[in-house]
């Protein structure tokens, strides 16, 4: 009894360990486009016999454990027919191993090698990594039309997209498991994952190599859209900053790009063109702060401007000092770019 | 027999204490007030390397390139024309200077002057050489020595 109620209580505590693999936004579990489709089959079909053979083999070994042996039963007694059917049987689960791992062989070949296949007209986004936070740049022929973002992708359902992965500084990858594999990007090259959206949602990425110190905190978000959401956030995205619409915002924008702010930081129409930090053209209109560490809200904003090296130690942006009023200023000028 | 052992014995503890003191990185030392309390900005391998990575992003090579000078003057030399020391090259930088120096206090924190004037200070080597960076992080437009064909030597060289 006491042995039963022990179990129990392992298994409670085990369950929310084994439940937080199963984040729905960040799981290969829950493939989202055509290959991590492809990546999840060859998962389950590899898991499932090999599970199988496991299984076999272990009750295979268990019933030959446990049955009662003859006591004359030994290779010099066996008769001619006896050992060859022996040999028989271990030659024929021998050709089955190697069927078995030939199969995988050819499995993992093929499916690999689909994922590389080039697509029709693919949408380019340069995905740049940095230390620690993600350039996103959607290129074009018409460079009208091209754009830069951070940490948040939006890509359209049903069209192939090729990201275009590069590096400033170290090495980095690119991981969002719902949609593909992992990728590396690496400095002075360029790597390239594509990839096709199945339906809307949002997706969590994160960098999977380890690169200094936040490489914990560098996240992503993808946003898989229908082509007409695509389109009229894209269109949105090539418009210049919205100017400030009240005092207070007017205040915040001089603050900026008088300031140290414009110094890394680029707002496209406003004046500031800074490159060594994420362009915050629209920053109103993205969901996290500091790639993926907060929540884009108003307070956490302020805290973060306040002291970033409290919340993200060793990041690049230096805590700037400023009066709480004009903290605030800038605030709200940057969350009323939408 | 044993002094040996002794001997050994200690010159491993020594070693392995070698290994105790790490650099401490201090993410938010706050402004300094003066040079006394800045000195030690030159003292610390990674606020040199902060000020190296700013050197580039801020473009400072455009005008005096990697420490040669070009438009500006050369930074890696003992010719100073507004002074050599940390507090002269933290104001010639925050200020700014005839002729072309632009003033960067109000673009950069007081912190992150200090650091690139500490770089600046680590070019003509005026630094411990412990904390002055040893390589350049930048992108190496040749191949790595290893990897360039073999030469064969010169006999008879002067």
Redesign the interface.
Known sequence: MNARRFAQQIALAAAPALLAGCVDSQSVLNPQSGEAHDLARLFWIFTTVCSLVWVLVVAALLTLLLRRRRPDSTPETDNLEQQSRKTAVVAGLVALTAVILVLFTLGSFYTTRGLIAPGPHPLLIKVTGAQWWWQVEYEDSDPTQVFSTANEIHIPVGRPVTFDLEAT?VIHSFWAPNLMGKQDLI??HRNSLTLTADKPGEYRGQCAEFCGLQHSHMAFLVVAQTPAEFWAWRQAQLKPAAPPASGQQALGQHLFV???C???HTISGAGAGGK?GPDLTHFGSRSTIAAGLMANTPSNLAAWIK?P??LK??V?M????LSDHDRGAIVAYLEALK | MSSAFAKIGLFAVALVLVGCEREK?D??AG?PSSAATAEHFERDAYDISQGE?LYG??NCVGCHSHGGGGIGPALSDDNWIYGGTLQQIHDTIRDGRPNGMPAWG????D??IWQIAAYVRSMGRYVAKDVAPSRQ?A?QTSKAESRRPRLSPRWGAP
């Open positions: 500084d400095p002075g008088e300031g140290s414009a110094t890394c060594t002291d090296q409290e130690p060793g690049n230096p805590q700037v000092p | 990185r993410f938010n402004p990575r992003w801020m109000a673009r950069l924190t912190d992150e992080d992108m």
